[in-house]
């Protein structure tokens, strides 16, 4: 039952590491080099306006 015990408080550590650090990682900022990209696929998905090339 003991060993029961610390499995669970190991589990429970590492549950809360792992909290920490996607919450370390979901507060930093977007890179701007991604938000280009972002943003260069945006105006490619956008329907073009003028002549077809049909």
């Known amino acids: 039952m003991k060993q029961d015990r610390k499995l669970s408080s190991l589990e429970q550590e590492i549950e809360a590491n792992l909290k920490r650090v996607y919450e370390d990682v979901a ?3 977007v890179p701007d080099r991604f ?3 972002l943003e ?5 998905d956008k ?8």
């Open 40 to 44: 260069q696929l945006r105006q490619a």
């Open 47 to 54: 329907p073009s306006t003028g002549s077809s090339n049909d």
């Open 27 to 29: 507060k930093q900022e």
């Open 35 to 37: 938000t280009q990209l």
